[in-house]
């Protein structure tokens, strides 16, 4: 059984960093074609993809957000660390982390929410 | 990048089918086939029921159905339910990079 769980600070103020933590069990971020992933969701509003990570260290990030993030993966500790540079107002949201296989989201954690103020 | 277009809201009686479309905007929607849907409940994860246009994890009901022609993908939702009330969202994974379309809310009448 898959879980993910997210964890980091619940406020930010702006132009921090946030750094964001999925911790996961019942799989294994070495096993070929596996991948973890970012998104956030605004409160009320649609998801959207941040950032992924692969088995082989490939990164990806959105085109619109990729000068602020950084994933990064701890194969042995089962950890994908996610940072957001230059938080603001719009960045505030839930923050989920999800398996990814077969070009898809197919577990997720709860989400995280982070609110943005000073 | 690719975006993708969907209609806000959809809705119909139990027992009756709706269907949410969603439209790519450039060529790269009509080339692949890896369109995912996913259903949200308010404060909840969200959870896919469709990938690679059709295919479906199991647990998921055969009520839901997935199309794609062109640059439109569909969803369709048979036999409605009252649990099928929801948030859907379609996405697309195209050169290694992932994205959302704006969601339809779905409301059982």
């Known amino acids: 059984q898959i879980t993910l769980e997210e964890s980091g600070p619940t406020l930010v103020k702006p132009t921090q960093t946030l750094t964001l933590t999925c911790n996961f069990s019942?799989?294994?971020?070495?096993?070929?074609?596996?991948?973890v992933g970012w998104i956030r969701q605004p409160p009320g509003k649609a998801l959207e993809w941040l950032a992924l990570i692969y088995w082989d260290n490939d990164q990806r990030y959105s085109p619109s957000l990729k000068s602020r993030l950084t994933i990064t993966k701890d194969t042995s500790r089962n950890q994908v660390v996610l940072t957001m540079a230059n938080m603001g107002p719009l960045d505030t949201g839930t923050y989920f982390c999800?398996?990814?296989?077969?070009?898809?989201?197919?577990?997720w954690g709860q989400g995280a929410l982070v609110t943005v103020s000073s | 990048q690719s975006a993708l277009t969907q209609p806000p809201s959809a809705s119909g009686s139990p027992g009756q089918s709706v269907t949410i479309s969603c439209t790519g905007t450039n060529s790269d929607f009509a080339r692949f086939n890896y369109v995912s849907w996913y259903q949200q409940y308010p404060g909840k994860a969200p959870k896919v029921i469709l990938f690679?246009?059709?295919k479906r994890p199991s647990g998921v009901p055969d009520r839901f159905s997935g199309f794609k022609s062109g640059n439109t993908a569909s969803l369709t939702v048979s036999g409605l339910q009252a649990e099928d009330e929801a948030d859907y969202y379609c996405s697309l994974y195209v050169r290694s990079n992932y994205v959302f379309g704006p969601g339809t809310k779905v409301t059982v009448l």
């Open positions: 690679e246009v059709n």
């Open positions: 999800a398996h990814f296989i077969y070009r898809h989201f197919d577990s």
């Open positions: 019942g799989f294994s971020l070495s096993s070929s074609g596996v991948a």
